[in-house]
Structures are given as structure tokens and as C-alpha cells.
């Protein structure tokens, strides 16, 4: 059960497009395409914004797409607002009915 | 709408032990799956069980086999973690969240509002 690797912080400027990137390993994010990413404001309850790799929720910004390449998913915001300025974390079914997250990635909108 | 209404969090002593609730509306709850997700002060999410919808299939994380035990009821649409022999490191707000299907495997798809656990002497 060890955790996905993400960047600590990435930042972009308004407009701007970002990646975070999210990897683990054969026995999850490469096996498996139950990958999610998920925004959290200080003091708030997580959002998916993403789920199975590339899903989008209703209701999401179409700013916001999940791609997969190997044992590595990826979280790209298109055209940075302001309100996207948050943590994301991604997370992965591991096998036997557990699942692991990222420790998170802050995004700073500069 | 989907909602998810955490509660018994609160202040207990090492060793002692809580009750969470996950109040659920807004859906048919026994057709999905449920996590609960912790989140220690300033520390990221970590996944701490599952539970499928037919309460088959449950599942946890080391540290709290043994001592935490998930269970749903789906005529009262409420989720459970009871937690026994509570330790400092236990402390933390914890999420349920709904999965996307019915099966542990699928993603978590929505959040309640989380619940404060403190262990403390």
C-alpha cells in the first residue's frame, strides 16, 4: 500500500495550461483504470473531478481532462482560473480491495 | 441530489473508541460502494476501508485491521466505521464517500462533509 507519487506544488499563470502528474506502479495506476483526481480547498470536504482515467462529472469544467500512459495518469487544467488554485489529489484501485492516494499536489495560480 | 452526512465524530481518549455515521439521500444506496478516506492535520487523504454494496466484500488498510470494522445498512441508508482502541495517530477528519458502482474497485465519486476524530489524553 504505498502511496502515488505526485509533484508537491506546480503553478501556472491565468490562461496558462498545467500538468500533474501521478505514478505508481504495475499493481495499480498501470493495471487498473479506476484512476480518479479529486480538488480540495483548505478546510473543505475533496471534489472528483476526474474518474476512471478520463471521465469528467457532470457539472465539471471541460478545463479539466485525466490521460494514462503506463504505470503514470496525468490531472491537465486548460485556461488556469483563479478558483482552480487548490490541492488535487489522485488515487487508484491497488487490487484486493484496497486503493492508495497521492499525497497531493498544490496548485498555485500566479 | 446527493447528499452525504457524516456524524458521531468528537474527543476520546486513547484506547477508547467512536461510532461514525454516513447519513445517505438522494440515490439508491445499495447500489454503490463506499470508502472511508482520513485525513490527519495538514496531511493528505489516505484510504482506510471499503465496503461493496452488498456489504459482501469489506476491506481496510493495515494500521486499522483489527481495529476498525466497516458496515452499511441499506433499508436505513447509512454507512458505519466503528472504531476501537483509538490511537493518537487515528486523529484526523474522515470522509465517506460514494463510489461510482457497486464494486470496491471503482472510484470514489462523492464526498460528505467529513468528521472531525481527536484522540487525545
Redesign the interface.
Known sequence: QSALTQPASVSGSSGQSITISCTGTSNDIGYYNYVSWHQQYPGKAPKVMIYEVSNRPSGVSNRFSGSKSGNTASLTISGLQSEDEAYYYCTSYAGSGTRVFGGGTRLTVL | EVQLLESGGGLVQPGGSLRLSCAASGFTFSNYAF?W?RQAPGK????VS?ISGSSD???Y??SVKGRFTISRDNFMNTLYLQMNNLKDEDTAVY?C?KC?GIF???????????ALVIVSS
Open positions: 470508502i478516506v493528505g487523504l489516505e484510504w471499503s466484500n469489506t476491506y488498510t493495515n470522509y464517500a461510482a470496491t474497485s471503482r472510484d470514489p465519486h462523492y464526498w460528505g462533509q467529513g
